[in-house]
């Protein structure tokens, strides 16, 4: 009880002391000093469980009968032999990647050679659920993020499906801000008719007239922080609130179609309904799709040939690519390795601002959206509503892995267990990984079928709650006997205390490997300090 524990504080005082607090005391008020011993101050505060979400996941688990397959993978590690980095383009790797990368949020430096083996990686249909990625500061982490998720959300585009739901998430704030920040603003300065969002910005519940939306990312913060985050990004809570609600309103949408129409005339030079403005969209995209595929195959059988160069003859002709830079340069690349850099800049590019813009007049084309006084709900029918549609107008989410639960937990009546959408999260991104201790990270993967962690195990280790022995000792009472633990669980980070570790967990659930071996990929161009400095 609190008056145990103040007795206990009294004796523990006057063992130190020598006297009681009272005695104590008297005697500093002869030398000049008053001390107050007979006042309790209480605050008030109210206390916050950050944990809660998470523990509710593990309990959701430990009713299954069976894992799901990324927390499987996560927790038993990569059981075969692992391919190292450097044999991802070996025999005809470079060519079916580069026949499968669809698109590039960039159209100013091509990606660098380990960036380009981590996406080829990625995008290897015989890799693993867990693709971990490490890199040291300054080696362009973010613009490896943005490559795979141009790829992912084009490819969806091309194939006609829904659009894809991306989480990224860390446990501190500064790391997801930091992811925001690389998709709260895609578009230039200066950007042509095709890379900018078509969509106008979302100003006193109607269509800004003059000011286009910039994000493809929504970001999600604790309700305390909402609205400090609302005066720098789009946002959105568990009620669908924020952004969802203020982007689905009527008189938003009839604004945006006007927009959007505008914006599409401009690049296609008809005017148009949303509908038939889709169509035109996608067979932009599959034919610009189709050139880059000829392009590909035709370098690999003939190189830089008659063939090859009227082809590039025929891509610099399309109507789709004239405001696209370096188109020209297509014809002087003289391998497949140099059309693969100079895809990133055109083609991939075009065909990702087309995707974007396929997925907006998804959006505008929406007839079912949530009705106001539905949308706090958590049934499955409407978080599956929510998802399709909400992530065609942002196809990425941002929030801590504190946050990640409570927007994927499922209504389930009072009394009983809580559910989760498992699987929902099409691609769960995990930045600054290296800071994040395993059981901390680990729920969000129950609720993803693909996971991209990156990170680095050089810098700040996580904060671990407990010491070794607990955590081995706990361990044993679960089951798990003291060598498994020390020899195998502590090695992969999968522990709760000293080397737990997401971003080694990760690693070694990957099926890759770099340098003399170790777990998974590694960014190895740098570009921030001097030479000497990253040498070191």
């Known amino acids: 009880s609190f008056a145990d524990a103040m007795e206990l504080a009294t004796r523990l005082f006057e063992k130190?002391?020598?006297?009681?607090?009272?005695?104590?005391?008297?005697?500093?008020?002869?030398?000049?000093?008053?001390?107050?011993?007979?006042?309790?101050?209480?605050?008030?505060?109210?206390?916050?469980?950050?944990?809660?979400?998470?523990?509710?996941?593990?309990?959701?688990?430990?009713?299954?009968?069976?894992?799901?397959?990324?927390?499987?993978?996560?927790s038993t590690g990569w059981c075969g032999g692992r391919l190292h980095e450097t044999k991802v383009h070996e025999g005809s790797g470079l060519y079916e990647a580069a026949k499968k990368s669809c698109g590039s949020m960039s159209d100013g430096f091509p990606l660098t050679n380990s960036q380009r083996r981590a996406v080829h990686a990625f995008l290897d249909g015989a890799g693993s659920e867990v693709t971990a990625v490490s890199g040291p500061p300054g080696t362009g982490k973010t613009t490896m993020l943005q490559a795979i998720v141009a790829n992912l959300v084009t490819r969806r585009a091309l194939e006609k499906g829904r659009a894809p739901v991306v989480v990224?998430?860390?446990?501190?704030?500064?790391?997801?801000?930091?992811?925001?920040?690389?998709?709260?603003?895609v578009t230039k300065d200066e950007p042509g008719p095709l890379d900018f969002r078509w969509l106008p910005q979302e100003r006193n519940g109607?269509?800004?007239?003059?000011?286009?939306?910039?994000?493809?990312?929504?970001?999600?913060?604790?309700?305390?922080?909402?609205?400090?985050?609302?005066?720098?990004?789009?946002?959105?809570?568990?009620?669908?609130?924020?952004?969802?609600?203020?982007?689905s309103s009527e008189a938003y949408i009839e604004g945006a179609k006007d927009r959007f129409a505008?914006?599409?005339?401009?690049?296609?030079?008809?005017?148009?309904?949303?509908?038939?403005?889709?169509?035109?969209?996608?067979?932009?995209?599959?034919?610009?799709?189709?050139?880059?595929?000829?392009?590909?195959?035709?370098?690999?059988?003939?190189?830089?040939?008659?063939?090859?160069?009227?082809?590039?003859?025929?891509?610099?002709?399309?109507?789709?690519?004239?405001?696209?830079?370096?188109?020209?340069?297509?014809?002087?690349?003289?391998?497949?390795?140099?059309?693969?850099?100079?895809?990133?800049?055109?083609?991939?590019?075009?065909?990702?601002?087309?995707?974007?813009?396929?997925f907006e007049a998804q959006w505008l084309l929406t007839k079912d959206f949530i009705e106001p006084e539905e949308r706090y709900k958590r049934t499955s029918g409407v978080m599956d509503r929510y998802w399709r549609q909400a992530a065609a107008l942002t196809p990425c989410f941002v929030m801590t892995v504190y946050q990640v639960p409570k927007y994927f937990e499922l209504y389930t009546k009072p009394g009983e267990p809580s559910s989760f959408d498992t699987g929902r999260i099409d691609l769960l991104i995990v930045d600054e990984a290296g800071?994040?201790?395993?059981?901390?990270?680990?729920?969000?993967?129950?609720?993803?079928?693909?996971?991209?962690?990156?990170?680095?195990?050089?810098?700040?280790?996580?904060?671990?709650?407990?010491?070794?022995?607990?955590?081995?000792?706990?361990?044993?009472?679960?089951?798990?006997?003291?060598?498994?633990?020390?020899?195998?669980?502590?090695?992969?980070?999968?522990?709760?205390?000293?080397?737990?570790?997401?971003?080694?967990?990760?690693?070694?659930?990957?099926?890759?490997?770099?340098?003399?071996g170790a777990p998974g990929l590694f960014l190895a161009e740098h570009f921030r300090c001097h030479p000497d400095i990253i040498g070191f």
């Open 168 to 185: 990224g998430t860390s446990t501190n704030n500064q790391a997801v801000t930091n992811i925001i920040s690389s998709f709260a603003s």
């Open 435 to 516: 800071q994040v201790d395993a059981p901390l990270g680990l729920p969000s993967f129950a609720l993803a079928s693909r996971a991209l962690v990156v990170g680095d195990e050089k810098q700040l280790a996580p904060v671990w709650s407990i010491d070794e022995q607990t955590d081995c000792e706990v361990a044993e009472s679960a089951g798990i006997p003291s060598l498994e633990w020390s020899d195998d669980l502590r090695v992969r980070g999968v522990t709760c205390s000293s080397e737990s570790s997401l971003m080694r967990m990760a690693s070694h659930a990957s099926s890759w490997s770099y340098g003399a």
């Open 206 to 247: 109607e269509a800004s007239i003059g000011t286009s939306l910039s994000s493809l990312a929504v970001y999600c913060p604790a309700t305390t922080k909402l609205a400090e985050a609302k005066a720098k990004f789009l946002v959105e809570q568990k009620d669908k609130g924020q952004t969802y609600s203020a982007y």
């Open 16 to 74: 130190v002391a020598g006297d009681t607090i009272e005695d104590y005391a008297a005697q500093q008020n002869m030398r000049g000093e008053s001390i107050e011993h007979e006042l309790c101050y209480i605050q008030k505060a109210n206390r916050i469980n950050a944990v809660g979400g998470l523990l509710e996941v593990y309990d959701f688990l430990s009713r299954e009968t069976k894992m799901p397959a990324l927390v499987e993978r996560m």
């Open 262 to 358: 505008i914006s599409a005339h401009a690049f296609f030079g008809c005017v148009n309904d949303i509908a038939p403005l889709q169509q035109m969209i996608h067979e932009a995209l599959t034919d610009l799709d189709q050139y880059r595929i000829d392009l590909v195959e035709t370098m690999r059988s003939q190189g830089r040939s008659i063939d090859y160069i009227t082809l590039c003859g025929h891509v610099e002709a399309s109507p789709y690519l004239r405001t696209i830079s370096h188109v020209e340069d297509l014809k002087d690349c003289d391998s497949l390795e140099q059309l693969d850099q100079k895809l990133d800049v055109t083609l991939r590019y075009a065909e990702f601002w087309l995707a974007v813009h396929y």
